[in-house]
């Protein structure tokens, strides 16, 4: 359930949408009234009731007002009635012509309804006193103050006749005003604007509770009872993406990348240590849900900086349907995995040596007809095997779980498979889907990967990792925390460089 904090912030993080339909709903309406309603005319009379009928009798004793006060509902039934309205149109059609009538009532057989004529009319009573006042609005003027007038005329005849008590009087008669009362152009705009603001901040909270999107990394390893290795914000340049943004990749060693995302794979690469620490096989997969969810930028990142940290690593292109890798780091891809599997080349000559330091990618190679059956064969495993003994960490980029079940054959081949969940876009019901075939191929389920999160207001970004009671790993960080990230990587870098030394002494 939505809190009131969520509620508020969601608000404010649409507040320019809300701004943007507010003003186009308020120009709507302005425009509409200005230019699409009819003016409007109003004219009004004052009629007082009498209860008594003497001219000579007080007027202002107290039981006379009494008794005026008490008819003042049923003299307003009565002139409301068809047989009044029936007069005042007679009277109107002797002082209009018959175009100009059918222009502000309906008119049946040469008559005008009672029904039309009555929706101009307005009839209510002054509190606390026996007076009743009578308006008429109508697309003419000359037309409202004919119709109080009328009314006026024909009134105590009818009244007089239904009631047979007291009487009405008018001091006045009815004006011609040629200001329009309608439609108040300032006012429809004003509602405009509000009602367009409020539906819009309907439309945003209903969006929002019926969107079961990833967007927080803390529900979704809690819904799922899984670690989170990481979250990576949007980078600064995605609004720069190519029109196909499959073939958009962008690396860590790019330029401007955001520092918060280097940090961002520094703590997942601190994340990986600790969750292959306690693993035989230094080998995993990356994957995701659906496509296009960002799994094989993240496989190449995550690549990177586990080079970067001094770890002798190999990156291979397990997606043989649609590879990509080869696109990312811009290495020729005529022999690869497929070629190794299939031994139409020796794993050495698929291997891309030195892509950068301390990183080897294999790439996917040639498409093959059977994809699932090669990652699947022992062929697959006896390379695997032989490469964990050469490398620290073997990175696996392997299709989506929901298109195909190739990451499902390397379950007993590897430590384990890594999610990448696109913020936004992958829904629960992806990764209910995903998890469930994790689930039954027996596959080590690492952790989640939040990918591309939207940067808050001001360019700020802030990580929301916890401590997670399976792993121990995973409290907060911040870019202040990179010396204590650094230490394992320091450390492993320095037995490293002292076996060297010891080697060489020899």
């Not at 330091?357 to 006896?382: F, K, Q, R, Y």
């Not at 696996?396 to 081949?413: F, G, H, Q, Y």
């Not at 430590?415 to 027996?442: C, L, P, Q, W």
Request: with cysteine.
């Amino acid at each position: 359930m939505i809190d009131l904090r969520t509620l508020i912030s969601l608000l404010l993080s649409k507040l320019w949408l809300i701004i943007l339909m507010a003003v186009l709903g308020g120009a709507a309406a302005f425009c509409f009234s200005k230019f699409a309603m009819p003016l409007k005319y109003s004219s009004h009379i004052s009629m007082y009731v009498q209860s008594y009928t003497g001219i000579s009798e007080n007027v202002n004793n107290p039981n006379n007002i009494s008794n005026s006060k008490q008819l003042v509902n049923t003299y307003i039934e009565v002139l409301k009635d068809d047989a009044v309205m029936n007069a005042v149109a007679e009277e109107l059609r002797g002082s209009f012509d018959n175009s100009t009538l059918a222009e502000n009532f309906s008119i049946v057989d040469g008559r005008i309804t009672p029904s039309s004529l009555r929706d101009c009319i307005t009839i209510t009573s002054v509190t606390d006193t026996s007076a009743l006042k009578l308006s008429a609005v109508t697309k003419n003027a000359e037309i409202s103050a004919a119709i109080c007038n009328d009314i006026a005329k024909v009134a105590p005849e009818y009244l007089q006749e239904a009631v047979g008590v007291g009487q009405i009087n008018t001091i006045d008669t009815a004006k011609v005003y040629n200001s329009p009362v309608a439609p108040n152009v300032k006012k429809n705009a004003m509602l405009g604007f509000l009602a367009a603001a409020m539906l819009t901040a309907l439309a945003i909270i209903a969006v929002d509770f019926f969107d079961n999107t990833v967007k927080d990394t803390v529900w979704l390893g809690d819904k799922f009872k899984k670690p989170i290795i990481g979250e990576i914000q949007q980078f600064e340049d995605e609004k720069k993406r190519k029109k196909n943004a499959e073939d958009s990749h962008t690396k860590l060693t790019d330029k401007n990348v955001p520092f918060s995302v280097v940090e961002s794979y520094k703590s997942i690469r601190t994340n990986i240590t600790f969750a292959l620490s306690t693993t035989e096989k230094k080998i995993f997969t990356v994957s995701s849900a659906n496509p296009a969810e960002g799994k094989s930028t993240t496989s190449a990142n995550i690549a990177i900086a586990l080079a970067q940290g001094g770890n002798k690593v190999l990156l291979v292109d397990g997606d043989l349907r649609k590879s990509c890798q080869h696109k990312i780091f811009g290495i020729k891809n005529k022999k690869g995995l497929s070629s190794a599997i299939g031994k139409m080349a020796s794993v050495e000559e698929c291997i891309s040596r030195n892509v950068m330091e301390n990183l080897d990618v294999m790439p996917a190679g040639p498409t093959p007809p059977n994809p699932s059956e090669l990652l699947a064969s022992d062929n697959m495993e006896a390379i695997l095997s032989d490469l964990s003994e050469k490398y620290s960490v073997i990175i696996i980029d392997t299709p989506p779980v929901n298109v195909v079940t190739d990451a499902m054959e390397l379950a007993n081949k590897v430590s384990g498979i890594i999610m990448v969940t696109r913020y936004g876009k992958t829904t629960t019901d992806d990764i209910d889907n995903a998890m469930s075939k994790i689930e039954f191929a027996k596959m080590n389920m690492l952790g989640f990967i939040l990918n591309d999160i939207k940067v808050g207001r001001g360019g700020k970004y802030y990580s929301k990792y916890k401590y997670d009671k399976n792993y121990g790993y995973g409290s907060s960080h911040s870019v202040d925390s990179d010396d204590e990230e650094e230490k394992p990587v320091e450390k492993k870098s320095a037995d490293k460089d002292s076996a060297k030394k010891k080697k060489g002494g020899k």
